[in-house]
């Protein structure tokens, strides 16, 4: 007879990126059926780059977003591929690729390419499909006998397919909904403003005089690419500690300059700090990190987001009164000091795993 743990289990992964595949993975091994639904048109959730952001509105204020990926052109890992990849699945040096121990970022989606094809994930996944929905079909119900229904659209046909599921796997990451300051004049202000979101590449600020908000990570990449481009460069940052590398290229770059934070923007382009210098600026390039965002999820209440956290959550996965049939992996997120030049994007409790029973149903 088979246990209740052991009957299989109509599952829903919703992202077809690290979280989602490993997720993915594990549920099939233990004899679930899985569909993984995946809004772009390949695996690989943030590593999957997009060079083509144009579509995408500048400050993400959208709902559901064009542009998933928030990674730019020159991104490189600040991990070594050592601790990478999954435990039974190295992220090995392969001859004719990015050999070097801290790779770009292709590199990382070659590999979970690699890991997707070799335990034949692909056959599970619907591409092209976003999530719009995903509700309880009877509030009544709780745990284990709840079941969800999950409203996705194919991104091609147009067509909208309902369906229901006993269990449904939040795997949609928490880099790409952009998290943006509250400034005096950021609505009146006419010249233009972006995050970081849709940046890419330095070329497209030649000869501007641009302003970064935000000296951490992306801010301080992003400012150190544009010294050889723009023709001024304003950090702004709630501190003027900054790392010893930053402070090197300051030094040699009279361009590039830090100061403490905004106070109001005007119509008229000037950007004004709160010690009362102000420069007269082209371009504001909003690097103030992401918030969590789920717009197709209704728990009736019982799951939010507030201050930037995600909960209630039981060991960052489970919501105990929607437990187990409603998960969410790759929540934690952990930002690590490091030398500039180098972006970690790190899928806490993801990367280092071989098998987790997190997973089970």
């Given at each position: 007879?088979?246990?209740?743990?052991?009957?299989?289990?109509?599952?829903?992964?919703?992202g077809a990126g690290p979280s989602g595949l490993v997720a993915a993975r594990e549920l099939r091994k233990e004899g679930h059926s899985v569909v993984v639904?995946?809004?772009?048109?390949?695996?690989?959730?943030?590593?999957?780059?997009?060079?083509?952001?144009?579509?995408?509105?500048?400050?993400?204020?959208?709902?559901?977003?064009?542009?998933?990926?928030?990674?730019?052109?020159?991104?490189?890992?600040?991990?070594?591929?050592?601790?990478m990849g999954f435990s039974d699945f190295p992220f090995v040096v392969k001859k004719g690729r990015d050999m070097r121990r801290f790779p770009g970022h292709?590199?990382?989606?070659?590999?979970?390419?690699?890991?997707?094809?070799?335990?034949?994930?692909?056959?599970?996944?619907?591409?092209?499909?976003?999530?719009?929905?995903?509700?309880?079909?009877?509030?009544?119900?709780?745990?284990?006998?709840?079941?969800?229904?999950?409203?996705?659209?194919?991104?091609?046909?147009?067509?909208?397919?309902?369906?229901?599921?006993?269990?449904?796997?939040?795997?949609?990451?928490?880099?790409?909904?952009?998290?943006?300051?509250?400034?005096?004049?950021?609505?009146?202000?006419?010249?233009?403003?972006?995050?970081?979101?849709?940046?890419?590449?330095?070329?497209?600020?030649?000869?501007?005089?641009?302003?970064?908000?935000?000296?951490?990570?992306?801010?301080?990449?992003?400012?150190?690419?544009?010294?050889?481009?723009?023709?001024?460069?304003?950090?702004?940052?709630?501190?003027?500690?900054?790392?010893?590398?930053?402070?090197?290229?300051?030094?040699?770059?009279?361009?590039?300059?830090?100061?403490?934070?905004?106070?109001?923007?005007?119509?008229?382009?000037?950007?004004?700090?709160?010690?009362?210098?102000?420069?007269?600026?082209?371009?504001?390039i909003y690097c103030t990190g992401y918030s969590y965002a789920f717009p197709f999820l209704d728990t009736k209440g019982i799951v939010g987001v507030d201050?930037?956290?995600?909960?209630?959550?039981?060991?960052?996965?489970?919501?105990?009164?929607?437990?187990?049939?409603?998960?969410?992996?790759?929540?934690?997120?952990?930002?690590?000091?490091?030398?500039?030049?180098?972006?970690?994007?790190?899928?806490?409790?993801?990367?280092?795993?071989?098998?987790?029973?997190?997973?089970?149903?």
């Amino acid at each position: 007879m088979v246990s209740e743990r052991n009957q299989s289990k109509q599952v829903c992964v919703i992202g077809a990126g690290p979280s989602g595949l490993v997720a993915a993975r594990e549920l099939r091994k233990e004899g679930h059926s899985v569909v993984v639904m995946e809004q772009n048109h390949d695996i690989g959730g943030q590593w999957l780059y997009e060079p083509k952001v144009e579509g995408e509105e500048a400050l993400g204020k959208s709902t559901f977003l064009k542009v998933h990926s928030s990674i730019y052109d020159s991104l490189r890992l600040f991990s070594p591929r050592e601790i990478m990849g999954f435990s039974d699945f190295p992220f090995v040096v392969k001859k004719g690729r990015d050999m070097r121990r801290f790779p770009g970022h292709r590199e990382l989606l070659l590999y979970l390419q690699d890991f997707c094809e070799w335990f034949g994930l692909r056959e599970m996944i619907r591409f092209k499909t976003r999530v719009e929905y995903v509700g309880m079909l009877d509030s009544d119900q709780v745990g284990r006998d709840l079941k969800w229904v999950v409203k996705s659209r194919d991104m091609e046909s147009e067509k909208v397919v309902e369906e229901v599921f006993d269990a449904v796997v939040v795997a949609t990451g928490h880099y790409s909904k952009p998290r943006l300051p509250s400034i005096k004049g950021m609505d009146i202000w006419k010249r233009k403003q972006m995050h970081s979101h849709i940046y890419r590449d330095p070329e497209p600020f030649r000869k501007e005089v641009v302003v970064v908000v935000g000296n951490s990570l992306s801010g301080q990449d992003i400012s150190m690419e544009l010294v050889d481009v723009a023709k001024e460069i304003h950090l702004s940052a709630k501190s003027l500690e900054i790392s010893e590398g930053l402070s090197k290229v300051i030094s040699k770059h009279d361009s590039l300059h830090l100061h403490l934070e905004i106070e109001s923007l005007h119509e008229d382009g000037r950007v004004v700090f709160v010690d009362g210098s102000w420069v007269m600026a082209d371009t504001i390039i909003y690097c103030t990190g992401y918030s969590y965002a789920f717009p197709f999820l209704d728990t009736k209440g019982i799951v939010g987001v507030d201050d930037d956290r995600v909960g209630p959550l039981y060991e960052h996965t489970f919501p105990p009164s929607l437990a187990p049939s409603l998960s969410f992996v790759g929540i934690p997120r952990k930002v690590k000091k490091r030398n500039p030049h180098y972006l970690f994007l790190e899928y806490s409790l993801l990367m280092n795993i071989k098998k987790c029973n997190v997973y089970y149903i």
